[in-house]
């Protein structure tokens, strides 16, 4: 399983960016989609995810609530993570996440999202 994400860079504060991570290779039956980040010094932590099922039921870190907005198009399986009013504590490294109900999951390379002041 490949997860390869786009979209990163550099944004002014208040500026918006849009992620994109397409999953390949044998990824019959993926359960969730999503994003994780991962500033310098701190934990990796959720920002993120959808489920296929439930109409695509979503959850999101507090901190990102109607800020950031994830989609998803389960045939194509490929997940979105638009992102607007970007603040400074947004910069990142940005890590799509794909999840099975089994347990297993996979990580993508990540994605630096930098905002300036």
């Known amino acids: 399983v490949q997860l390869q994400a786009s979209g990163g860079g550099l944004v002014q504060a208040g500026g918006s960016l849009r992620l994109s991570c397409a999953a390949s290779g044998f990824i019959a039956n993926i359960n969730t989609m999503g994003w994780y980040r991962q500033a310098p010094g701190k934990q990796r932590e959720l920002v993120a995810i959808i489920t296929s099922s439930n109409g695509g039921s979503t959850n999101y870190a507090d901190s990102v609530k109607d800020r950031f907005t994830v989609s998803r198009d389960n045939a194509k399986n490929t997940v979105w993570l638009q992102m607007n009013s970007l603040k400074v504590e947004d910069t990142a490294v940005y890590y799509c996440?794909?999840?099975?109900?089994?347990?297993?999951?996979?990580w993508g390379k990540g994605t630096q999202v930098t905002v300036s002041s």
């Open positions: 996440h794909a999840g099975w109900r089994s347990g297993v999951s996979y």
